[in-house]
T-cell receptor, first 112, second 108 residues
């Protein structure tokens, strides 16, 4: 089975802090994705990566950056956290960019 | 971009079939229909996907109409553990567009 893990289930940070969310997959997938999920809005794509050191903006990249130094790891970075970034963050991976995506358990981030 | 429309909520009796509808009237010929579900506070779980033909796996069946404008996910014998939000998604290239889904409650 595909396993996608995220570094924290719950995280509380203060406004202005730099926040790192880590995602690791163990299936040698080429593609990895970061979404945020908010009530009434469904899941929205922030960034995705189709190869090491490659990244593409999704629908809502503002306020976020990403890093993919190794194939199995994809990090989401909030350079200066703001209260409107309080959300559930979901990481996913897929073997091919057009293939089924497998999700991690999510990180619920609260920015105070 | 094709989008989907689902009823916000449904109930189903335990042991009965749950039929979850989805409209995707603007779907184009090369866009797949995917179904995921999300149990409270967990990440979405893949269920099934299809392009034109009906599909079945160990979890569910997917029925796609001939004109591809709608589909139905069928859970043949719903259990309490099937209570979740079910998302019907049209995949466009590398993008999955999740809507707000259908909240299915399985009642004992």
């Amino acid at each position: 089975d595909v396993k996608v893990t995220q570094s924290s289930r719950y995280l509380v940070k203060r406004t202005g802090e730099k926040v790192f969310l880590e995602c690791v997959q163990d299936m040698d997938h080429e593609n990895m994705f970061w979404y945020r999920q908010d009530p009434g809005l469904g899941l929205r794509l922030i960034y995705f990566s189709y190869d090491v050191k490659m990244k593409e903006k999704g629908d809502i990249p503002e306020g976020y950056s990403v890093s993919r130094e190794k194939k199995e790891r994809f990090s989401l970075i909030l350079e200066s956290a703001s209260t409107n970034q309080t959300s559930m963050y979901l990481c996913a991976s897929s073997p091919d960019v057009t293939d089924t995506q497998y999700f991690g358990p999510g990180t619920r981030l609260t920015v105070l | 971009d094709a989008k989907t429309t689902q009823p916000p909520s449904m109930d189903c009796a335990e042991g009965r079939a749950a039929n979850l509808p989805c409209n995707h009237s603007t779907i184009s010929g090369n866009e797949y229909v995917y179904w995921y579900r999300q149990i409270h506070s967990q990440g979405p779980q893949y269920i099934i996907h299809g392009l034109k033909n009906n599909e079945t796996n160990e979890m569910a069946s997917l029925i796609i109409t001939e004109d591809r404008k709608s589909s139905t996910l069928i859970l043949p014998h719903a259990t309490l553990r099937d209570t979740a939000v079910y998302y019907c998604i049209v995949r466009t290239g590398n993008q999955f567009y999740f809507g707000t889904g259908t909240s299915l409650t399985v009642i004992p």
